[in-house]
């Protein structure tokens, strides 16, 4: 079965630190992988999708599918990426979402 | 700016009421997602619909139904509340075949059922 898993509920480093929130997956197939994330009182949007290969907000995401993984990275993390973040997994038109890792940055 | 409108942001009902949420979404979007989202469970997908009047159970339909008459609305609907399903719910909203690219999400509502 089609699966994602987030093994860290939360996630707290000091601003400047290197971040990486841990993603896989279990797919029969060619996956397609994405990262969205919530910030606080806010609407929950789309951050990256692996397809694109691009960098937003300074974060980025390899595909490994040796591995099954998707991790989002940031070498410098700011105050401001302290949100709730989830990997998801595209099957046709749906998405399934994993458990989510909050993130916290302290100054 | 606002393209998915879920009309409450807070709603508090009482075991064994009917409940309607509803969503509507200005993009002319196909598809149309409800999930609810708890927390240590991540987003859990009820129903989802790809077109008028069709609908298609997702992992956790039990206790819930939808009804989608126009392209631009999908309601949720509890048909006999319990305090199990007090959560947040997602609608949500995305052209035909994007392969889950182009999701846009409402602001959620909160219910709570006492």
């Known amino acids: 079965a089609q699966r994602v898993t987030q093994p860290e509920k939360l996630l707290s480093v000091f601003k400047g630190a290197p971040v990486e929130l841990k993603c896989n997956y279990s797919?029969?197939?060619?996956?397609?992988l994405f990262w969205y994330v919530q910030y606080s009182r806010q609407r929950l949007q789309l951050l990256l999708r692996?397809?694109s290969r691009e960098s937003i907000k300074g974060f980025t995401a390899d595909l490994n599918k040796g591995e099954t993984s998707f991790h989002l990275k940031k070498p410098f993390a700011q105050e401001e990426d302290s949100a709730m973040y989830y990997c998801?997994?595209?099957?046709?038109?749906?998405?399934?979402f994993g458990t989510g890792t909050r993130l916290q940055v302290f100054p | 700016d606002v393209k998915v409108t879920q009309s409450s942001r807070y709603l508090v009902k009482r075991t064994g009421e009917k409940v309607f949420l509803e969503c509507v979404q200005d993009?002319?979007?196909?598809?149309m997602f409800w999930y609810r989202q708890d927390p240590g469970l991540g987003l859990r997908l009820i129903y989802f619909?790809?077109?008028?009047?069709?609908?298609e159970k997702g992992d956790i339909p039990e206790g819930y139904s939808v009804s989608r008459e126009k392209k631009e609305r999908f309601s949720l609907i509890l048909e006999s509340a319990s305090t199990n399903q007090t959560s947040m719910y997602l609608c949500?909203?995305?052209?035909?075949?994007?392969?889950?690219?182009?999701?846009?999400f409402g602001s959620g509502t909160r219910l709570t059922v006492v």
């Open positions: 949500a909203s995305s052209p035909q075949r994007a392969q889950g690219r182009g999701y846009t």
């Open positions: 797919y029969s197939g060619s996956p397609e």
């Open positions: 692996h397809i």
């Open positions: 998801a997994l595209s099957q046709t038109d749906k998405l399934i």
């Open positions: 993009m002319d979007h196909e598809n």
């Open positions: 619909s790809y077109d008028v009047k069709m609908k």
